[in-house]
């Protein structure tokens, strides 16, 4: 397993340690944006592994601005982290997966990769390139037995959404609180999602179980979207 993206290392070391009672884990500090940081991940975990069986691409940023408002630095820094991260991870893994005949690709995109929201303009484009990648990889790399699939999370009240809600906030004048009550009551099933949900449909993707599954964005959203 590798913790790849903004996580500070000591965390990601520290989930390493956790979890190597049950599996062998290592930590690797890395910018997805970065071809050099990448190569060099894939390298070490070719090293330390020998084979890379399943990529799950989990790091993202994102940003809640008025269209208008978005400077050039942070519409490069959200599509450089989500669309081309997604792109340089996968493009250094993918001819190890060919060479092998065997592979399971999962990408994080959003529910904004599918619906468009209003001040997410930056980050719903690079979550709609993450779907469009994925259809596109899938029937592609389909002869090689890799599957591709993404996963559409909804509302999860994790420390990035905290920033959403502290912009949305400065943005319309209304306590955070109420801003997020007024999201849940657009979700059927009443609750946030959670980090488990998600991580349980990525452990199914890249599972035997959905050997017959690809080029599919699941939404994991309590019924908020529905495709």
């Not at 630095?73 to 092998?100: C, F, I, S």
């Not at 996963?151 to 905290?162: A, F, K, N, S, V």
């Amino acid at each position: 397993q590798v913790v790849v993206g903004d996580i500070l290392l000591d965390e990601a070391r520290q989930v390493a340690q956790e979890i190597t009672s049950r599996v062998k884990a290592i930590a690797v500090k890395v910018d997805v944006s970065r071809k050099a940081d990448v190569d060099s991940m894939v390298e070490t975990v070719l090293r330390e592994f020998g084979r890379i069986d399943i990529l799950v691409n989990a790091a993202g940023v994102i940003g809640c601005t008025p269209f208008v408002d978005i400077e050039e630095d942070e519409w490069d820094r959200v599509m450089d982290v989500n669309a081309r991260g997604v792109y340089l991870v996968t493009r250094a893994v993918v001819p190890h997966m060919v060479k092998q005949w065997y592979g399971k690709i999962v990408n994080i995109s959003s529910r904004s990769g599918k619906s468009a929201q209003a001040l997410f303009s930056h980050y719903g484009a690079s979550k709609f390139a993450v779907i469009g990648l994925t259809q596109s990889l899938a029937r592609e790399l389909a002869e090689y037995d890799i599957n591709v699939n993404a996963i559409c999370p909804g509302t999860l009240r994790t420390d990035m959404y905290e920033k959403i809600l502290d912009a949305r906030s400065k943005i319309s004048g209304l306590p955070r609180e109420e801003i997020f009550a007024s999201v849940i009551a657009t979700i059927p099933l009443g609750r946030p999602q959670l980090p488990e949900d998600i991580a349980g449909v990525a452990v199914f993707l890249s599972s035997e179980l959905a050997r017959n599954i690809t080029g599919e964005s699941v939404n994991v959203t309590g019924g908020q979207h529905v495709d």
